[in-house]
């Protein structure tokens, strides 16, 4: 072999070596199991994320079941409040003694009975 031909193969094995160097040092940059632990906390991040938007949901419609129920209570304490004063406005002395004397009853100091109060 000449020595031409010797400079040629070094050179040749010298380029196969440096791409074999190059191959070497492209190494990974995340090996499978760094990628599946990227994946499974991914999914984790997601879960979480979808589970807290349910949960705060699931919050805004219980708060609007109560205020509905809050509101409910509040109408019927009016509607109560009417009511009694109807009661009371009905229930005066000179309503009832005009109510009796419609229907005919007399006012007889013998018939009157005291009741006490205990």
């Known amino acids: 072999m000449s020595n031409l031909a010797r400079k ?6 010298e380029k196969t070596a440096a791409k074999q160097k190059k191959q070497q040092m492209k190494k990974r940059l995340f090996t499978p199991g760094e990628k599946l632990l990227f994946l ?3 999914l984790m991040i997601c879960f979480v994320g979808a589970k807290i938007v349910s949960t ?7 708060n609007k079941d109560i205020q509905d129920v809050e509101k409910e209570i509040k109408d019927q304490k009016k509607i109560n409040h009417d009511l009694e004063a109807q009661v009371s406005e009905e229930s005066t002395y000179e309503r ?3 109510r009796a004397k419609e229907l005919g009853l007399d006012l007889s100091e013998q018939n009157i009975k005291v009741v006490q109060p205990q």
């Open 8 to 13: 040629q193969q070094i050179r040749h094995e």
């Open 40 to 42: 499974l906390f991914a």
């Open 56 to 62: 705060q949901a699931a919050l805004y419609e219980i």
């Open 96 to 98: 009832i003694w005009k």
